[in-house]
């Protein structure tokens, strides 16, 4: 191991309480007794109890997951296609107007996007509520994966898709057979994102919710205007702890695969003497 | 190499179905031409391949051989002009529905795939029986020596074994034509030897009509039964290795093929099919043989294989040409030596000589005065 210099411990100490300090606070106080948020009385779990009473934060919950997985989806069938087509279309009339359209909203504000899906919602007459979140989640996130689908495609042999075409696949065989699950990784982790995005919007779900559905940005969101509550904090906790988990687990996956990766390599090196 | 020249002589007997003009190619290209935008990728090409042919499309990059294989597989569109697969035209016919399979350079081996599906591919996607999938895939894993290695993954064999399963996939389906882009490109010259042999028994094997792109002329020469020369979207030359070699039409093919001395000058008849070609000042004019005539002072180039050179260090007898010159370099092939022969006019002839004896046994040497010979029949001589 390399002895780390006091500058270097220096930085690195300061750079991590930078990002983690206040999550840090805020996992210790959802352990707290006391009702009072910034005063320690000892620790205790009872908030987390007082969190699963709480139906109207597990509805929000429970809204905010299926809007994330039914709208992430979504995202990414549209968002793969949209890749492909601007990737692997050629040079068709309008494309770069096209890609360019696909990467706006990325850059758009919020307010407008929600804004303008709210004038929408209402020109055509449809109610607010779980259905008009999907579509509008939908709509900003299939950007995010047709960015992160198409950069995996750019760098994707050209040639394996024209030796399944030349081994008498259909295009759609072709894109199913050998293209799909070659670029999966890079599907899978725009889902992830927009999965991501869906769970933590707050500015365009506000826009779209209705009466009916709320989801769980919202709810916390409206529940600290009348002040922050130990409860908030443990959900907080809850949400970190899912995201940790997530993100360990995914780096393990590809650590493993990059060693698996590794130990083939060797192998087909052997397999060559 | 007379050996291959018997060859051409015998025709009855041996497979030249392009001196046969009873038959039918199986390919035609007829005044194909392939633009992009503005450039000319094909200009004006009209070429005939026939059944059970190796022909090889030789030409530096960009010459357009390898949009003619993109043609024949269907990835690309002709401009004008149509190609023809045994009589019909192609130039509609998608990829997928071409009897027609490729080879990648890059093998486009499926990745995810083990070495078995990658082979079965194409037989899958013909709808057929499990039965007949799985003989037809043992059969392709045999005749490639891959038996072991059916189960593994792409990214768990070596190159060559990578190279084998590329041929056993493309092979799977029975094509009435396959082509090769670059197939040995990527291994190391050793194994690229082994692997031409290997490439023409399996070729002869499976009867199937074979088209190479490479730019490696030694491997053309070694695996065709023609070669088509390409420069610039055209075809400067068509014919055996051999004839290639030996009876290049220009400059350009003597010089891409092999190692070529040219000697440019006038010429002026001599005696029947004879020319004297004076080709420096102060020096007296060499004498080679043309079947195709020259007129009084026409230009012409003497293209003369440095194997056909003789050196020595007294002068020979009886040689059609001989010249004076000092040894400036020698290039020591183990097999082989390539003198550098500089005249005193300043050109540099190369004089290549089997090393038959041990090299302690040589007697020229660097700034020897030498002697260097040919004779009359020993050049091709070419207008331009």
Redesign the interface.
Known sequence: MKRLSWFNITSLTVGFAFLYLPMVILVIYSFNESKLVTVWAGFSTKWYGELLQNDAFLDAAWVTIKVAVISSTLATVLGTMAAYVLVRGGRFLGRTLFSGMIYAPLVMPEVITGLSLLLLFIGIGLDRGVLTIVLAHTTFSMCYVSVVVSSRLVSFDRSLEEAALDLGSSAWEAFRLVTLPLIAPAVIAGWLLAFTLSLDDLVIASFTAGPGATTLPIKIFSAVRLGVSPEINALSTIMIAIVTVGVISASLISKRNAVKAQKDARAAERAEA | MPFFKERTIVSQTVFAPWDDPNQKPLIRFQNVTKRFGEFVAIDDLTLDIFAQEFFALLGPSGCGKTTMMRML???ESVTEGKIELSGADIGHV????RA???M???Y?????LSVWENIA??LK??RKSKAEIDARVDEMLKLTRLEKFSKR?P???????RQRVALA??LA?APKLLLLDEPLGALDKKLRQDTQFELMDIQETTGTTFVIVTHDQEEAMTVASRVAVMDEGRIIQVATPANIYEYPNSVYVADFIGDVNIIQGTAAAKGPETYAITWADGQAPVTATSKTSFSEGQEAHLAIRPEKIGISAQKPENADNALQGKVLDIAYLGNLSTYHVQLPGGQIIKAQTANTRRIARRDITWEDPVWISWSATAGVLLAQ
């Open positions: 597989a269907g990835f998608p990829p997928n529905k027609v399979n490729m990648f350079q890059s486009a081996l499926f990745p995810h591919f194409g996607r013909d993954k990214h768990q064999i070596s190159g060559g074994q996939r493309s389906k």
